[in-house]
């Protein structure tokens, strides 16, 4: 489900001009920004504390413990001091009320903007997916499609086109394994398949060749892919053998099925 685009807070809505907000929010960072002498109130406490400890006592360490402890409730005591009067100057800033509650919804629209921008960047990509998705269908359906890709994303097609019908398809590119180009696993029985993208039909020589390498490796069936079509010796050949020839109109079937 898409959100709505949020809408940036106007200061208007406010009682803020544009000018009125900075002004606002110079003062406010000069007090925020502006160093004190109390902040340094917490470590002179602490050492002037121990400074009679450190006359009778030799150790070191028993002398840093103090410090530390001193240090650690001084310190609070005096944040929360100076929260305080941070807050006390904050409001004597004329509008600075509506100046703190439009920053805040400021920040709450930038928070719904940057999630808004990124389902919208999840919704761009996944309709650049959906669009070459379907402009690769398209070219599926043309003979030049499967003739212009290059041979490894051809196998890579031809083993999608084999997974969408039910098999377990392995590329074996690189692997030398005797011509094979994708092997093949359905219901524990195994196959092979051979790519070809010859300009002309497919003789009968590779589908012998084909043949020859399903019995030495005991494949129960075999596929020789061709865009180009195969020429009549070669169905000859495939007769009563479990090899199947595909050529573009059986893969066209398979893309649309």
Not at 71 to 97: A, S, V, W
Not at 215 to 226: D, L, R, S
Request: with cysteine; hydrophobic share 35%; charged share 30%.
């Amino acid at each position: 489900m898409s959100i709505e685009e949020p809408k940036k807070p106007n200061p208007d809505k406010f009682d803020l001009t544009n000018e009125r907000y900075l002004e606002i929010k110079r003062k406010s960072e000069q007090i925020f920004n502006k160093t004190n002498i109390i902040t340094y109130l917490p470590f002179a406490a602490a050492i002037i504390s121990v400074i009679p400890i450190f006359q009778e006592v030799d150790e070191i360490a028993v002398g840093i413990f103090l410090v530390l402890i001193i240090f650690t409730i001084t310190n609070g005591i005096i944040e929360y001091i100076d929260k305080k009067y941070t807050d006390f100057r904050l409001n004597r800033i004329k509008g600075y009320k509506n100046y703190s509650a439009y920053e805040n919804a400021l920040l709450s629209y930038k928070v719904e903007k940057h999630e808004y921008n990124k389902e919208q960047k999840i919704l761009f990509e996944e309709c650049e997916r959906e669009k070459l998705r379907k402009e690769r269908n398209l070219k599926r359906k043309q003979h030049q499609y499967w003739m212009s890709i290059d041979p490894y994303e051809f196998e890579k097609e031809i083993a999608l086109l084999f997974e969408k019908q039910g098999y377990k398809a392995y590329v074996t590119k690189g692997s030398g394994d005797g011509g094979i180009d994708i092997k093949l696993d359905k219901l524990g029985e195994r196959g092979i398949v051979q790519c070809k993208r010859f300009k002309n039909k497919v003789g009968p020589g590779p589908i012998r060749d084909l043949y020859g390498t399903m019995k030495a490796g005991k494949y129960k069936y075999g596929f020789i892919v061709c865009p180009s079509g195969f020429s009549d010796k070669a169905y000859e050949f495939s007769k009563g053998k479990s090899i199947k020839l595909i050529g573009l109109k059986r893969i066209m079937e398979i893309v649309n099925a």
